[in-house]
């Protein structure tokens, strides 16, 4: 199970989280975010993959963060259509010579929601599946994970949107043969970008020692 822990910002932060042995660490572009980067910390993990998290971006942009960063992968969250995710993996290929990740989330609130995601099909390496929200992401509370029954794709997807400690039985419960990981945020910080060394520490072990 990939473990993905979003909307980090400080440097110190960083290194702590770095060390309970997390896979991914997502950093928000959005301005609108309370957890926006507005300048580059003075830590970067090194051990564990750095993120990037986009709405609505032009190309040149997330390839300018990517190469500032070192990003080894980019997360969608705005209204980027499919062309858009396949001439972003050819810019990519293009401008940075090796192979980030395109993960593109997706608000879910009925199995309705996914109708359209089929046509993103062999162009995002990942999908998300967040809380559907006006605010594009960070809602604090999960969708009803039932839905997924709907989903019938081949991309790979990670579960997001107000996981905390409190759902590690339904997490325990929930099976999918395209599950691959959780994306942690917002219930686990002590304030926007800072997160709770000690309470994700204790999820985690319980989390991983059950997978």
């Not at 691959?180 to 917002?186: E, Q, T």
Request: charged share 25%; proline share 3%; aromatic share 14%.
């Amino acid at each position: 199970m990939i473990v993905k822990v979003c909307g980090m910002r400080d440097a110190q932060n960083i290194r702590d989280i770095e060390q309970l042995g997390i896979d991914w660490m997502g950093f928000i572009f959005y301005e609108k975010s309370k957890r926006h980067v507005a300048e580059r910390p003075s830590y970067l993990p090194t051990s564990t993959k750095r993120i990037g998290v986009f709405v609505d971006y032009t190309i040149e942009d997330v390839i300018a963060k990517v190469n500032e960063f070192q990003f080894c992968g980019v997360q969608l969250h705005g209204s980027e259509t499919p062309d858009y995710c396949r001439q972003l993996r050819n810019a990519l290929n293009e401008k940075i010579g090796k192979n980030v990740l395109i993960n593109k989330a997706f608000g879910i609130a009925s199995a309705e929601d996914f109708t359209n995601i089929s046509s993103y099909e062999g162009c995002c390496d990942y999908y998300v599946f967040d809380t559907k929200t006006p605010t594009k992401g960070g809602a604090g509370y999960s969708f009803d994970w039932s839905l997924m029954e709907a989903y019938k794709g081949a991309t790979p997807f990670l579960l997001s949107g107000g996981i905390g400690e409190d759902s590690y039985e339904a997490l325990q419960a929930f099976s999918h043969p395209q599950w691959m990981g959780i994306d942690l945020n917002s219930k686990f910080e002590e304030a926007p970008a800072f997160k709770d060394v000690a309470r994700l520490n204790s999820f985690l072990k319980k989390f991983k020692h059950h997978e």
